[in-house]
């Protein structure tokens, strides 16, 4: 199946707080972009709506698959995978040249990198280096990289497999 395109499914959604709303999901390809990317997102009309991935799961469990792919491209591959995965190590062992801003702490910066990298999505994540691992500065070195390069290919087979199966 070909998920390079946009493939949008909708699910008509009633919430006895937020009342009446839909939850948007599948594959979106943006002009000038190579590939399109996963998207889950909810529209409440000019009430509410956006990644609110807490009301999608309340009502669409079955989507927990994509959501922890939200902003993934096609190719299993996060947005701006390495690069982001960088600098979000950096900042939650302090060795970003980088300061933490609007109350984050590396505990958050620690967080940022594992839903950069979509960390436990994979069952070999458990194995994964995380920022806090053995104290202190953790500078990013090619073995991280390494690692992250490793799983594009296994993001790429599970990302299809997931797509394959919900968006049928």
């Known amino acids: 199946m070909d998920h390079d395109k946009t493939n949008i499914k909708t699910i008509e959604c009633c919430d006895s707080e937020m009342g009446d709303f839909e939850i948007n ?14 998207t889950v997102t909810v529209d409440g009309g000019e009430e509410f709506g956006g ?5 999608v799961l309340k009502h669409a469990p079955q989507l927990a698959e994509l ?12 947005m701006h995978y390495i690069e982001n995965a960088k600098y979000w190590w950096e900042m939650a062992t ?42 202190g500065d953790r500078p990013w070195n090619l073995g991280i990289q390494r690692i992250l390069e490793h799983r594009r290919g296994l993001l790429r087979e599970y990302t299809t497999e997931v797509l394959d199966r919900l968006m049928a």
């Open 51 to 55: 990644c609110t991935h807490d009301l």
């Open 25 to 38: 999901y599948g594959t979106r390809k943006l002009e000038g972009n190579e590939h399109a990317y996963v």
């Open 94 to 135: 302090g060795t970003s040249g980088w300061t933490l801003q609007y109350g984050m702490t590396e505990e958050d910066a620690a967080d940022n990198f594992r839903k950069t990298v979509n960390c436990g999505v994979l069952g070999m994540d458990r194995s994964m280096p995380q920022p806090e691992d053995e104290g």
């Open 67 to 78: 959501v922890k792919l939200h902003l993934t491209y096609v190719t299993g591959e996060p």
